[in-house]
Nanobody, 122 residues
């Protein structure tokens, strides 16, 4: 059974940083496209960042470019999202995602974690 366990969310003030972690089990992350999505209250879910295994490209939403960095540790089977210079508009539930059938970029990934809440106050 594939499981993605996201952690690291919390409450921070604007300008602060958080590091989200995604622990994967039931799969080898190095074989999967991985990424992070988020959903803010009252808004649609949106892709934040992802890594494609097909072309090795890292994707970022325009709203987080230069502030967020996605990475993975295949030995630990974990993915991370380093979030710097956080803004109130980054407030959302963040979801770790993975997909074996990598389509590169943001799309409806096959596996989703339970989400971790990030709250940024002004």
């Amino acid at each position: 059974e594939v499981q993605l366990q996201a952690s690291g969310g919390g409450s921070v003030q604007a300008g602060g940083s958080l590091r989200l972690s995604c622990a994967a089990s039931g799969l080898n992350l190095e074989d999967y496209a991985i990424g992070w999505f988020r959903q803010a209250p009252g808004k649609e879910r949106e892709g934040v960042s992802c890594i494609s295994v097909v072309d090795g490209v890292t994707y970022y939403a325009d709203s987080v470019k230069g502030r967020f960095t996605i990475s993975s540790d295949n030995h630990k089977n974990r993915a991370y999202l380093q979030m710097n210079s956080l803004k109130p508009e980054d407030t959302a539930v963040y979801y770790c995602v993975a997909d074996y059938d990598d389509q590169s970029g943001f799309y409806e990934y096959e596996f989703w974690g339970q989400g971790t809440l990030v709250t940024v106050s002004s």
